[in-house]
């Protein structure tokens, strides 16, 4: 009986890219369509830890593109964590697979340990604040989205990958946040109703997103630069680098000051929690 | 519980190249980490957002040691940890490959100026790193603790580096 991932054919990633691997910690915020395609990829690659984060349990609209998930789920209202750790655990069973139903914002403590953040939220403002949190910690975070637009009377659908890494240009300097889309956001609150999503355009970007972490984690190659950001064209099937890139600053100065790193407030209450 | 240092790339390679520029009279050189700390579930993180560079004039000429700061360069890095409001890790490198470690003068003095800085920041966990080309080593005086603890350090890039995740190395 097989018990353990046998990733041989793997080995071109680095003498020690299986202890790598095995030795990273990936946080999934989000594991509906983008999140539950990532989770499953990790487990595949041998990633030996993971922080998954999720509010929510499944339901039947959410059928369509959540891998893993099973008709009985949705009779069942399985929480999309236990569906995550059950797909993750079903391709390697050793993998350390913690586990919240919570919002992000509510296990941050545990979101700090991690080395990479991979943020598979849908709104904007839900991504800027990940990306606030991940800036301060200076953990990388990878982004992805989707959208599907209606125009003249047909539909578009287009997403983006982005690596934000720290110290290097971030979703302001690239124009994915701005306040007035902020602004627009927050005054739709409430009213959208779901937003239209499949699972390929989700399986595309969930793959090219896994392929930015193996780069960060074990390149295979040093000589081409990831670019920070990749679209991805449903309609014409193709994922390209942004035509903001040669445009960009080297470093962000959106998140530059000192005073944006570490515990907001360190007392020394804190450092009596630390020793205790 | 472990203590991380975490540092961009773009910061380290700073770093290095002005650690490794040549000193009229110092066989090599040392800065200071400006770090926030922040306590996460497993680990004391000491997140580093800048540089505190010693100035030439502020080496003394010492032959018994590869740099020595003189008074008014530990009061300007007193002064930085001061107004700033930061951990101070002090740094400097080995030039070799492969896991670097302290040398009995380094334990020595860590140990008498690291804390130091207690007096003008008495909550904040300062250090001392050292590193090599491809690894690093480290201790961190806590409040309240009679003696350091270890130090992991993580360089925060595209390849990421960590000390703890191969056995040489980053």
């Known amino acids: 009986m097989v018990t353990k991932l046998n990733l041989q054919r793997q080995s071109f990633l680095g003498a020690d890219s299986e202890i790598v691997l095995d030795r990273s910690r990936s946080a999934l915020v989000g594991l509906g369509g983008g999140g539950s395609h990532i989770a499953q990829q990790l487990a595949h690659i041998g990633l030996g830890h993971f922080l998954v984060i999720d509010p929510d349990f499944i339901e039947d609209t959410n059928l369509n593109r959540l891998v893993g998930a099973t008709l009985e789920d949705v009779g069942l209202g399985t929480a999309k964590v236990d569906i995550a750790e059950r797909v993750i655990k079903s391709v390697n069973p050793s993998a350390d ?121 074990t390149p295979w190659e040093t000589q081409k630069a990831t670019p920070l950001l990749l679209e991805y064209d449903g309609d014409l099937q193709t994922v390209t680098p942004s035509n903001k890139l040669p445009h960009l600053p080297a470093n962000c100065k959106h998140f530059d000051s000192l005073n944006e790193l570490g515990d907001p407030f360190w007392t020394p209450l804190t450092v009596r929690e630390l020793l205790a | ?84 409001a930061v951990s101070m890790v002090h740094v400097h490198l080995h030039e070799h490959r492969g896991r670097p470690g302290f040398s009995r003068t380094d334990l020595r003095e860590n140990a008498l100026f690291v804390p130091d800085f207690w007096n003008v ?50």
Not at chain 1, 106 to 126: H, P, Q, R
Not at chain 2, 15 to 41: G, M, N, Q, T, Y
Not at chain 2, 56 to 64: A, F, I, K, L
Not at chain 2, 128 to 147: K, L
């Open chain 1, 97 to 217: 697979v913690v586990k919240r139903l919570a919002s992000w914002t509510e296990v941050t403590a545990e979101l700090c340990d991690v080395d990479v953040i991979f943020a598979c939220v849908d709104s904007m403002g839900c991504r800027s604040e990940l990306e606030g949190f991940a800036r301060r910690f200076l953990i990388p975070l990878i982004d992805i989205g989707m959208d599907v637009h209606e125009l003249s009377g047909e539909f578009s659908i287009s997403g983006q990958v982005m690596l934000s890494m720290p110290s290097k240009p971030c979703m302001r300097c690239l124009g994915l946040v701005t306040d007035d889309g902020l602004a627009k956001e927050a005054a739709r609150y409430g009213a959208a109703g779901g937003k239209p999503q499949v699972v390929w355009p989700n399986g595309t970007l969930a793959s090219v997103a896994v392929g930015f972490f193996m780069k960060i984690v």
């Open chain 2, 1 to 84: 519980m472990r203590t991380i240092l975490k540092l961009t790339s773009t910061l380290y390679d700073d770093l290095v190249r002005r650690l490794r520029e040549p000193h009229d009279f110092a066989a090599e050189r040392v800065a200071f980490l400006k770090c926030r700390p922040a306590l996460s579930a497993t680990s004391l993180l000491l997140l580093a957002g800048g540089v505190h560079h010693v100035v030439d004039g502020d080496y003394v000429d010492d032959p018994s040691a590869g740099a020595t700061i003189g008074r008014s360069g530990l009061r300007k890095a007193l002064q930085t940890a001061y107004t700033e």
């Open chain 2, 121 to 170: 920041q008495p909550s904040l966990p300062h250090g001392a790193v050292v590193f090599s080309f491809d690894s690093a080593i480290g201790q961190c005086w806590i409040p309240g603790s009679s003696s350091p603890s270890g130090v992991e350090v993580a360089i925060i890039g595209n390849p990421m580096r960590c000390t703890w995740k191969v056995t040489n190395g980053y």
